[in-house]
Every structure is written in structure tokens, then in C-alpha cells.
């Protein structure tokens, strides 16, 4: 499929998906937030997918010179038809979705990254929920992605004060996985993402399932899902190699099957 708005490829199972509109800070328009949301769809093909931006920046949220939302149907509409699916996209998909945080990423680009199953940052980049600097308050997730990683002080402090929160304080706060110098962020993105695109598919499918419902339900359901997702993960290839492998002590080779 060729795109418009953002780059895709894929390579060794992991799909790269590049927001690709480096002059305005790779903000979201109508055209890219429907395109972004196919290609997470499809994406599903590999085994891992890449967000990133291109340029200096992840993405600065809402594209705020583009009204087309609001001249058909106003936010409500354009969250619910474009952001959510868009979002879904990302935590609903059976393979991991890595943000690869490579500048600064503010409004709904904070919490598209957020959205995401592993975020890594550059250490130059920073999350600035920037909704109240224009009179909004967080969305595409925030308000559910914040409080539940940092707690709410920091989510409050995070989303009233709107000020950047730098990576290595996002790290340390819990909000992302890590913060990593800016020369070995290529390099340190690309090995984790051949990490888990050799990993064991179905369990990371399962494992998502589990940790993103776990806040939803009271102790007694968790452990029922987990028994269930687990029975599937016991009865996979997957498991039968990695138990060999461990007994013939050497790296498994994972199918996803
Ligand atoms: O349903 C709905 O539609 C509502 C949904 C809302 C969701 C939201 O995301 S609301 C929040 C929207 N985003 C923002 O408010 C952030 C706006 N941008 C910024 O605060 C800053 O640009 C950054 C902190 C991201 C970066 O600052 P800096 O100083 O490094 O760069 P800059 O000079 O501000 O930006 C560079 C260019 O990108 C500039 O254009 P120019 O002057 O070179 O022609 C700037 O206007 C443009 N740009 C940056 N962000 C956006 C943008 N253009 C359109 N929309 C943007 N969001």
C-alpha cells in the first residue's frame, strides 16, 4: 500500500512505521491518523512494530491548522471515528508495538507513544501533555495511561502544569520502559526489536491481553484469564521449544505457532 503521510517497512519481522511529516513535528492529521491506523492493522503481519517520527520530533499531537474534523463533526466525532480506532490499533494488536520516542512528543503524540506496549525515548526527547495550553484536556488515552503508570499526582502534575517531562524523568517515573543516550537509541531500538520479533508471538499476544485487562477486573477474573491464556500458551510449539532448547541449552527458536 503506498502511503501519503507516514513511511512503512518491514524488515526481519519487524514492521517500522515512520510519521513522516517532519516539517510541522509529524502532528497528526486527518490523512495521517487514517493511514497510521491501517498500517498498525496490517502491520500485524510481523512480529513487532516500530513507531517512530521522522525528524527531530515523535509527533506533536493534533495537526492544530487542520479543522476538517472540526468543520464536519467537532472533537467528540473526530475523537471517536479517528483517534480511538487509531489507539485500539495499538493496544489491541497481537504482536508488540514499540514507540521509539526519537524527539519530543506532546499532546496526543505523548500519549499515541504511551499507547504503545514498550516506549523507549531518546534522552533529548520529553512528553508534554500540552492540552491545557489551548484549553483541552488529555485524550487519545492520557487520562487512562497516565494515572495508571505514574499515579495521579504525577498525572495531574503531568497534565495541569503541561510543562515536558524529559525522558530520564519518564523513565524514573515509570511512565516509559527507558530513556537511552540519543547515540545508541537507533541501536538500542533495533535490539529490542529483534529481541521480540524472535521471541514467542502467542505469548506476548497473550500477555498483552492479560497485563492491559488487569486494571479492568478484581483478582478472581484475573486468574481465570490467566489460566485460560496460559492453557493456550502450554499447548503452543512455542512452549514445546522453549522447554527443549532449555534442556538442550541453546537459544530457542520461536515460530509463533
Ligand atoms: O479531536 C480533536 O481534533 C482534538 C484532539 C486534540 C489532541 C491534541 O493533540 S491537542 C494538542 C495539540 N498539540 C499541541 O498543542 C502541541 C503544539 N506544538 C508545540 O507545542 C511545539 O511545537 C512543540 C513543543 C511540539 C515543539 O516545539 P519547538 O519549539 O521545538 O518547535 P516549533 O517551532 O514550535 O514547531 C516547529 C514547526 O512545527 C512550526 O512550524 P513553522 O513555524 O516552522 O512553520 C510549528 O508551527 C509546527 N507545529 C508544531 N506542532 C504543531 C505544528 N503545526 C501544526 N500542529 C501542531 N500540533
Redesign the pocket.
Known amino acids: 500500500m503506498a502511503y501519503d503521510w507516514i513511511t512503512v517497512t518491514e524488515d526481519a519481522g519487524v514492521t517500522w512505521i515512520t510519521l513522516n511529516r517532519p516539517?510541522?513535528?509529524n502532528?497528526?492529521n486527518r490523512g495521517l491518523r487514517r493511514e497510521l491506523t491501517i498500517a498498525l492493522r496490517l502491520g500485524h503481519r510481523g512480529r513487532v512494530i516500530v513507531l517512530t517520527g521522522a525528524g527531530?520530533?515523535f509527533c506533536?499531537?493534533?495537526?492544530?491548522?487542520?479543522a476538517t474534523?472540526?468543520e464536519d463533526a467537532?472533537?467528540?466525532a473526530?475523537?471517536n471515528d479517528?483517534?480511538v480506532p487509531m489507539i485500539r490499533a495499538i493496544t489491541e494488536a497481537p504482536v508488540p508495538v514499540i514507540a521509539a520516542v526519537n524527539?519530543?512528543a506532546?499532546?496526543?503524540?505523548a500519549?499515541l507513544a504511551l499507547a504503545c506496549d514498550l516506549v523507549i525515548a531518546a534522552e533529548s526527547a520529553?512528553f508534554?501533555q500540552?492540552?491545557t495550553?489551548?484549553g483541552?484536556i488529555p485524550?487519545?488515552g492520557g487520562t487512562s495511561f497516565l494515572p495508571r503508570r505514574v499515579g495521579l499526582q504525577r498525572a495531574m502534575g503531568a497534565a495541569l502544569l503541561a510543562e515536558?517531562v524529559p525522558a530520564r524523568q519518564a523513565a524514573d517515573w515509570g511512565m516509559i520502559w527507558e530513556a537511552v543516550p540519543d547515540a545508541r537509541f537507533t541501536e538500542v531500538v533495533a535490539a529490542r526489536a529483534a529481541k521480540l520479533s524472535s521471541g514467542p508471538t502467542l505469548a506476548y499476544a497473550a500477555l498483552k491481553q492479560a497485563l492491559r485487562g488487569s486494571f479492568d477486573q478484581p483478582l478472581e477474573a484475573q486468574l481465570a484469564l490467566e489460566a485460560r491464556l496460559q492453557g493456550a500458551c502450554g499447548a503452543s510449539d512455542d512452549f514445546r521449544e522453549g522447554v527443549a532448547a532449555f534442556l538442550e541449552k541453546r537459544p530457542p527458536r520461536f515460530t509463533g505457532a
Do not use: K
Open positions: 516539517e510541522v513535528m502532528a497528526l527531530r520530533a506533536s499531537g493534533q495537526d492544530l491548522t487542520d474534523g472540526l467537532g472533537f467528540e473526530t475523537l479517528e483517534y524527539g519530543v506532546a499532546g496526543a503524540g500519549n520529553s508534554i500540552a492540552f495550553r489551548i483541552l485524550d487519545a515536558p
